[in-house]
């Protein structure tokens, strides 16, 4: 199967220049996916909602109506903004548990100046999530982001060592050095592949980590489904049959808990 675990779905104006809907809604995914063969996908609100006050209602809105519409095939994140005490952690509960929500995802873009290795800052909503028991994905990489990075990520996984995190992007650009190492010593940290094009880097974490600690993820739709998926498949020679499975879509299964015969396949029409 192949599951996508980095998507967005909701408004972000730079679609249309692609010739994409906007807003993107859940049965446009169905139809991107159609034509990509993927099975199922994890959708967050894109960043273009990150200055809203709003904290991205609009954009959950539309992914809880998708993952109702379209279960098995759609599942959803809350896109979290820390510091925000209990008004922040009730809507996180509420998203997850009355709207079925199956993961948090945070950028340190959507709050400008905050790192997670702010433990304090992040405990509360850290804590929820741990009573929710859904994985949090935080995107690392890109130099000028130094409020994220892997080995902040895997910090804060040891402190809260139940909850399971997904190291966004692998580090990539400006981190990729530190995603081995410190993974390595943090078990409850998988990383995903969204924007990670260089065959030698999914291999060489692949080799040191093992199979079962790699995702798949695109990015989309503002890069192909696709894309993520052919360089696994096709470039990383060096994975087994096995190794490959896992990470295309297995792994995905794993992680959100989902049980074996609710992810529905995505056939053309």
């Keep these: 199967m192949l599951f996508d675990i980095h998507t967005y779905i909701g408004k972000q104006p730079g679609w249309g220049i692609q010739g994409l809907p906007v807003p993107f809604a859940g049965n446009d995914m169905i139809k991107y996916m159609q034509d990509a063969g993927f099975d199922a996908v994890l959708a967050a609100p894109p960043g273009s909602d990150a200055s809203a006050t709003d904290h991205f209602y609009g954009g959950h809105e539309i992914i809880a109506r998708a993952v109702k519409q379209y279960p098995g095939k759609i599942y959803g994140y809350y896109r979290a903004k820390p510091g925000r005490g209990k008004e922040g952690v009730d809507d996180l509960i509420y998203w997850i548990k009355k709207r079925g929500l199956r993961a948090i995802k945070f950028n340190s873009s959507d709050a400008p100046g905050y790192s997670v290795g702010d433990h304090k800052l992040m405990g509360p909503m850290l804590e929820a999530i741990e009573e929710c028991g859904v994985p949090v994905l935080i995107h ?130």
């Design 140 to 269: 690392t990489g890109e130099v000028y982001s130094t409020g994220a990075t892997p080995a902040l990520v895997c910090d804060l996984a040891r402190a809260f060592p139940r909850v399971q995190f997904i190291v966004g992007h692998m580090g990539i650009p400006g981190f990729f050095e530190e995603l081995i190492p410190f993974m390595k010593n943090t078990k409850n940290t998988v990383t995903e592949t969204a924007g990670v094009y260089r065959p030698l880097q999914i291999t060489q974490t692949v080799n040191a980590l093992g199979a079962e600690r790699v995702v798949l993820g695109s990015n989309g739709p503002y890069i192909p489904l696709q894309l993520g998926a052919i360089v696994i498949e096709k470039y990383c020679g060096n994975l087994s049959r096995r190794d490959k499975d896992l990470i295309l879509g297995e792994n995905a299964v794993r992680i959100l808990k989902i049980k074996s015969g609710t992810s529905s396949k995505v056939t053309k029409e």
